[in-house]
């Protein structure tokens, strides 16, 4: 079946500090990828997505680019601020009802 | 519009009661989905539906039904709820099939079995 899988936090930063948060999948077929965001007491957010290999999705300064060869997502942002601590979950959509399977989310703290 | 509206916010059950979790969407889309969220385990899918009159089962559908009588409404039952049934519920909905639509989540629910 199809999996996530995804580090696990928290990831604590400084602010302006460069950030990545791995992902990587296992899908049948040919996945569409997501990134979500959660912030405190909030539902999930679209951050990006990218539907076929060598895509790059971009949102709000975050990237993360679609790599079949190695079933990887990873989401990357130059210079991180407070406002983008949250809960970051990667996310794949396929098979049947092509619905979404989620990873274990990544709490990211960034301190002033 | 208001998109995914979710009641109640908050829920205390004791063990044995039953309850529905209410969804609704005003876009007309198609596709609703309930999810649980836990620590360190993300998103589960319980059950979806792809339109009125259809339902089916997710990753973890034991202790839920659901119906989708109208295109708005998804409501999710606990017939008798457990202290495992302690989450946060997520209702979603998108258009449709295709890989572009984006999906939509509700505020959540917090439930508490005792």
């Known amino acids: 079946g199809n999996s996530v899988t995804q580090m696990e936090g928290p990831v604590t930063l400084s602010e302006e500090a460069f950030l990545t948060i791995n992902c990587t999948y296992t899908?049948?077929?040919?996945?569409?990828l997501f990134w979500y965001v959660q912030y405190p007491g909030e539902g999930l957010q679209l951050l990006l997505k990218?539907?076929?290999?060598?895509d790059k999705g971009s949102n709000k300064g975050f990237e993360a680019t679609y790599r079949k060869e190695t079933t990887s997502f990873h989401l990357e942002k130059g210079s991180v601020q407070v406002s983008d601590s949250a809960v970051y979950f990667c996310?794949?959509?396929?098979?049947?009802?092509?619905?979404?399977?989620f990873g274990g989310g990544t709490r990211l703290m960034v301190k002033p | 519009n208001a998109g995914v509206t979710q009641t109640p916010k908050f829920q205390v059950l004791k063990t044995g009661q039953s309850m529905t979790l209410q969804c609704a969407q005003d876009?007309?889309?198609?596709?609703m989905s309930w999810y649980r969220q836990d620590p360190g385990m993300g998103l589960r899918l319980i059950h979806y539906?792809?339109?009125?009159?259809?339902?089916d089962q997710g990753e973890v559908p034991n202790g839920y039904n659901v119906s989708r009588s109208t295109t708005e409404d998804f409501p999710l039952r606990l017939l008798s709820a457990a202290p495992s049934q302690t989450s946060v519920y997520f209702c979603?909905?998108?258009?449709?099939?295709?890989?572009?639509?984006?999906?939509?989540f509700g505020p959540g629910t917090r439930l508490t079995v005792t």
């Open positions: 539906s792809v339109g009125a009159g259809i339902t």
């Open positions: 899908a049948t077929g040919y996945p569409s």
């Open positions: 996310a794949l959509r396929s098979g049947a009802g092509n619905m979404l399977t």
């Open positions: 876009m007309n889309h198609e596709y």
């Open positions: 979603a909905s998108r258009p449709g099939h295709g890989s572009d639509y984006e999906q939509y």
């Open positions: 990218a539907t076929k290999a060598d």
